[in-house]
């Protein structure tokens, strides 16, 4: 079981910017998916990106044209570069990956406010 930690969360003003990071415990080369999620207080987790180990990347509607998915599996990590921030991108972000694509963080929050 792959053990993965996310950072760069924080607080940040509507229309700004921040970059996440999702560290994994060991090589993620066999990750054929990995992806991001989040959570609002009172709503379901919800898929924000995916990116596969062939390049394809998927986006929530809400996010296209704004957040950038990435993985470099020599650093064994995945990103997710968030501009253009909303109040309702504010939620726990979390990320998935492993081999059968069954592992997830801890979560790190994201609040977006003014």
């Known amino acids: 079981q792959v053990q993965l930690v996310e950072s760069g969360g924080g607080s940040v003003q509507p229309g700004g910017s921040l970059r996440l990071s999702c560290a994994a415990s060991r090589s993620i080369f066999s990750f054929y998916t990995m992806g991001w999620y989040r959570q609002a207080p009172g709503k379901q987790r919800e898929l924000v990106a995916l990116t596969t180990k062939v390049g394809t990347t998927n986006y929530a509607d809400s996010v296209k044209g704004r957040f950038t998915i990435s993985r470099d599996n020599a650093k064994n990590a995945m990103y997710l570069q968030m501009n253009s921030l909303k109040p309702e991108d504010t939620a726990v972000y979390y990320c998935?990956?492993?081999?059968?694509?069954?592992?997830w963080g801890q979560g790190t929050q994201v609040t977006v406010s003014s």
């Open positions: 998935r990956g492993g081999v059968k694509f069954d592992s």
